[in-house]
C-alpha cells in the first residue's frame, strides 16, 4: 500500500528552499515511527535536503531524471535511483511512504491509499505547498493532537473515500 506522509503548516507550507521551515522532534519521531523497515519515496531534491543519507533501517527510492546521480551510492542495497514510472512500478503491492517533496506527492496522491499529515497549528513561510484540493479524493479518519509538542500540531490519518480499512493500530500507539 503506497501513503504519503508530510508535515503541513496552516498555510499549506510544507518546505521552503529544500527544507523544512521548522524544527519538530515530535512529529520526526512518529516520522521513524511509521517509516522505520519501510520503502521510502522521494524526489531528488528532498533526498539532497536530509542531514543524513540514506535514513537508515529503509530502503530508499529516488525519483530522479539525473541517471548518475547514484554512482556514489553502487554498493548499498538501501538505496535505489529510478524514474517516476519506475518508482511507480516499484512501488506496487510493498508498503511504501511517499515522503516529498510537492511535485513527487502530487504525482502519487492519485495512486496512493492513505495520507498521513502533521497538521501544525502555526504558518510558515514557503516555497513549497500541499494543496488542499488534493485532499479530495480522501476522507479525514482519525486524528489526534499534540498540543504540547514544540508546535502544537494535530496528526491526522486520511483514506480514499471508497477504502474501507480499519485505522491502522500504529496511529493509536502514537
Not at 539525473?66 to 512500478?89: H, K, R, V, W
Amino acid at each position: 500500500m503506497i501513503s504519503l506522509i508530510l508535515a503541513r503548516a496552516q498555510n499549506g507550507v510544507i518546505g521552503l528552499d529544500n527544507r523544512l521551515p521548522w524544527h519538530l522532534p515530535e512529529d520526526l519521531r512518529i516520522f521513524k515511527t511509521l517509516t522505520l523497515n519501510k520503502t521510502i519515496i522521494m524526489g531528488r531534491k528532498t533526498w539532497e535536503s536530509l542531514p543524513k543519507r540514506p535514513l537508515p533501517q529503509r530502503h530508499n527510492v529516488i525519483i530522479t531524471r539525473q541517471g548518475n546521480l547514484g554512482n556514489d551510492y553502487n554498493n548499498n542495497e538501501n538505496i535505489q535511483f529510478c524514474t517516476m514510472d519506475g518508482a511507480s512500478q516499484m512501488a506496487n503491492g510493498r508498503d511504501c511512504f511517499v515522503i516529498g517533496g510537492a511535485e513527487i506527492y502530487r504525482q502519487f496522491v492519485n495512486i496512493c491509499h492513505t495520507i498521513y499529515i502533521s497538521q501544525l497549528q502555526q504558518s510558515f513561510d514557503g516555497t513549497a505547498f500541499f494543496d488542499e484540493t488534493l485532499l479530495a479524493p480522501f476522507s479525514k479518519r482519525a486524528e489526534k493532537p499534540f498540543p504540547n509538542a514544540t508546535i502544537p500540531f494535530t496528526l491526522q490519518f486520511w483514506q480514499k473515500k471508497y477504502t474501507k480499512t480499519r485505522i491502522p493500530e500504529i496511529f493509536n500507539q502514537l
